[in-house]
């Protein structure tokens, strides 16, 4: 059994762990609230966004588009997005098993995979891949990027898409659901046709000006890098509230290690002091 001091000393241990796992879970807290605000603020755009790309494209003729022409798939490019740190639960383990997946499905049908990696934990991983092409490998990204910060993955894969290195662009990040819910999905950005896209009612009836050709012309790469910026936004959220909660529940187990401590340290503490009594009884009796 473990001395009064050993456990002690792991108690004492624990508790300097919780108090690091509880601090990890406000910060991540207070993240996660900032984030989630954001994501949910620009949904709706990035929604309208898809919805008007799709409108757009019934209402012109887009086989001219470089943006817009559908090519059969013999390269695709996968833009995946990790965190650079760890200690968030199964977030990045998740989007690196979807990664593995799709890649070996890729591997079946003869599509040649391209990676645009967000992430350090992203680029460690691919790091492994020899006959697999990482163009570019982004790290320590702005937790709510603008524009600007987005703009030279947005050149990158319009210019490669145009260029016909590549037939289809896919975001692979983690949706945010809920503070408890998030899930790993996968976002066509090019070509900029959403076939499965519902459209509004009200934007069935919009006319364009000066007409929906102009429009499309114009509005085109600003809506993709609305629906790039969402996607990240998606990321960050899910990201903070999957940190906040392995940090919760790290807090949680380390309360009750801590009573589990407590409790064997209290009995090594009474074996001890029988003992001392039954020694002492003992010598008593032997002088008697």
Known sequence: ????????????????????????????????????????????????????????????????????????????LYIVITSDRGLAGAYNSNVLRQLTRALQADKEAKVTPKLLVVGKQAARFVARFEDIEVIAAYSDFQEQPTANDLRPILNTITELYEQKQIDAVDALFTDYKSSVLQEVKFDRLLPAAFSETKISTDLEKAVFEPSPQAVLDNVTLRLIEAELMQVFFEAQASEHSMRMMAMKNATDNANE?????????????????????????????ALE
């Open 1 to 76: 059994m473990a001395s009064t001091q050993q456990h002690k000393g792991r108690i004492k241990s624990v508790k300097n762990t919780k108090q690091i796992t509880k601090a990890m879970e406000l910060v991540s807290a207070s993240k996660m609230r900032r984030a989630q605000e954001q994501t949910l603020r620009t949904r709706d755009y990035s929604t309208l966004a898809r919805q008007l790309l799709t409108r757009l494209r019934e209402l012109t003729d887009v086989s001219k588009h470089p943006l817009f022409v559908e090519r059969t798939v013999k390269t695709k």
């Open 257 to 285: 290690l801590v009573d589990d401590l407590t409790l064997a340290f209290n009995t090594a503490r009474q074996a001890a002091i029988t003992q001392e009594i039954t020694e002492i009884v003992g010598g008593a009796a």
